[in-house]
């Protein structure tokens, strides 16, 4: 069966000197990997050769005996060329791909996801800094927890509706996914120690909202690390990319 869709680039793979494999998500079908006969010499019918984080429009057909499709045509609509002119924005770039690869599924329709993800790209290709580069990964990964439904409980105890500590610092547990009182906390091995400022960060990001006011970059990278672990204790997975955004710091 053939099939045309908005696409964006997550992965690519040698197959043979001229052929590559490529991981896409579409809005259509989620996550596909196709098999792009060629594509090495082929620029005209492959456009960019399937850069990393493009975005275009593939042809393909989906074939019976695998569930590699073939792919017959990329026609790119967005480059990204900004992306690759500052590390820092590459960087946050490679983390987003990574992180929708590691939560997308293959034939199934994330529309949603499809859009959050090329959003991020957007405000990542004109991020003026590190900073700004790092709270669209941040926020980013915090609606991607929201949306795979893995929000956490942030205002009472999780375990008894007491209300939780906020200051100097809550407890939050990410085996019980929500914030605990002091009591509750003891004794439980996964709770992370987290401070009223990177707490506020991350309610407003799982919310959609952004930032009152430009947080301080070592906030942006504790929520993002905070977030990290937990969506990784959900997903019960190690994310390469993690540790990949952290070796710039
Ligand atoms: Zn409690």
Known sequence: MRYE????VLR??????????????????????????????DKTTFGGAFDLATRGRVNASRRRSTDLDLVHSFTITCAYRGLRRSLDRWLAAAYVLELTASCSWPRDRQGE???????????????????VARLWATSFVARLIESAGFRPALDDCVACGAPAVLAPRAALSLARGGLLCRRC?????SVRSVSRPVLELVARLLAGRAPVAAPAARTVDEARTLL????????ESRLCSVRFLDLAT
């Open 5 to 8: 869709a908005d696409a964006i």
């Open 12 to 41: 690519r793979t040698p197959f043979s000197e001229s052929s590559q494999i490529v991981h896409l998500l579409t809005a259509r079908d989620g996550r596909v990997a196709g098999l792009a006969r060629g594509s090495h010499r």
């Open 113 to 131: 996801l499809f859009l959050l993800l090329a959003a991020t790209l957007d405000g990542l290709e004109a991020a003026a800094e590190r900073a």
């Open 185 to 189: 906390a003891s004794g439980d091995r």
């Open 228 to 235: 990290d672990a937990y969506l990784e204790y959900r997903l």
